[in-house]
């Protein structure tokens, strides 16, 4: 039994590293967003974050409706492990859900806001009207990027606690 203590340690340093990876990813889009400029969003980088997540909705949502429907509730909760593994698995996907929808609007509005600000600054430069892209400002930008962390995070925190389960079962 004494191995059991180290790889429960060994899960939760990897859980937490696994969980701080999307925000390190995050922080190195919005350094590059300031630092060069790369704040831009075109139409076909918004519908790629919108896939992306919906993806993320799609299969968090799976992964929840199976856990519910499976035996967890009855046989499987007899051991408390896993029975704390599935609660904190469902908790993370459905967060992971309700991240990626306000995911979803932030970027759907803050592309239309974008590309109305670069709009209005072609009409007023007199220069033809290009829609279809626009800069993003800090605001939008963070409202964008923080439920992007978050939702990453939430979704591999959720599973790989849906595989501790498999692994104690």
């Not at 799609?58 to 408390?80: K, M, P, Q, Y």
């Not at 492990?81 to 995911?103: D, G, P, Y």
Request: proline share 2%; glycine share 6%; aromatic share 12%.
């Amino acid at each position: 039994m004494t191995g059991a203590p180290t790889r429960t340690c060994v899960f939760y340093v990897f859980v937490s590293v696994l969980a701080g990876v999307p925000m390190l990813f995050v922080w190195h889009y919005w350094h590059e967003a300031r630092s060069r400029g790369w704040d831009w969003i075109s139409d076909d980088s918004r519908n790629m974050y919108v896939d992306g997540a919906k993806t993320l909705i799609t299969a968090s949502g799976i992964a929840v409706a199976l856990l519910a429907s499976s035996a967890v509730s009855s046989a499987r909760t007899a051991n408390d492990l896993v029975a704390f593994s599935a609660k904190v698995a469902v908790v993370c996907l459905i967060s992971c859900v309700c991240l990626s929808l306000i995911l979803i609007l932030a970027l759907l509005r803050g592309f239309e806001r974008a590309e109305n600000r670069y709009i209005d600054e072609q009409r007023k430069t007199g220069k033809q009207i290009a829609p279809g892209e626009g800069k993003l400002n800090t605001a939008e930008l963070l409202f964008i990027l923080l439920p992007t962390s978050l939702a990453l995070s939430c979704f591999l925190v959720g599973f790989v606690f849906l595989g501790r389960i498999a692994f104690h079962f």
